[in-house]
């Protein structure tokens, strides 16, 4: 059973950046696509960035330019560089397998809080 932990939040102004971290426990992690998701308060969660088995990645235009999602496949570790934060930026962020709303999604984690101040 995979099991996802997410660190490297926190508080930040506008226009600065962090790395969020995710760590991977269970069996697959290289064959598997991954995402970054983030939810904030009254809001369904989204997905930010994916990343697949072979490195390609994807974003929305909200993050497009600011955010880079990679992975190491050797520590089951999947990152996602933040920069340019915007306010609008401010949820919680969560991993898990890419596109999981369509194919299931592993437990998710508790997330990692990031606030970015204006």
């Known amino acids: 059973q995979v099991q996802l932990e997410e660190s490297g939040g926190g508080l930040v102004q506008a226009g600065g950046s962090l790395r969020l971290s995710c760590a991977v426990s269970g069996r697959l992690f290289s064959i598997n696509d991954w995402g970054w998701y983030r939810q904030a308060p009254g809001k369904q969660r989204e997905l930010v960035a994916t990343?697949?088995?072979?490195?390609?990645?994807n974003y929305p235009d909200s993050v497009e330019g600011r955010f880079t999602i990679s992975r190491e496949n050797a520590k089951s570790m999947v990152y996602l560089q933040m920069n340019s934060l915007k306010p609008e930026d401010t949820a919680v962020y969560y991993c898990?397998?890419?596109?999981?709303?369509?194919?299931?999604?592993?437990?998710w984690g508790q997330g990692t809080q990031v606030t970015v101040s204006s």
């Open positions: 990343i697949t088995s072979g490195g390609s990645t």
């Open positions: 898990n397998t890419a596109y999981c709303s369509r194919y299931g999604c592993s437990s």
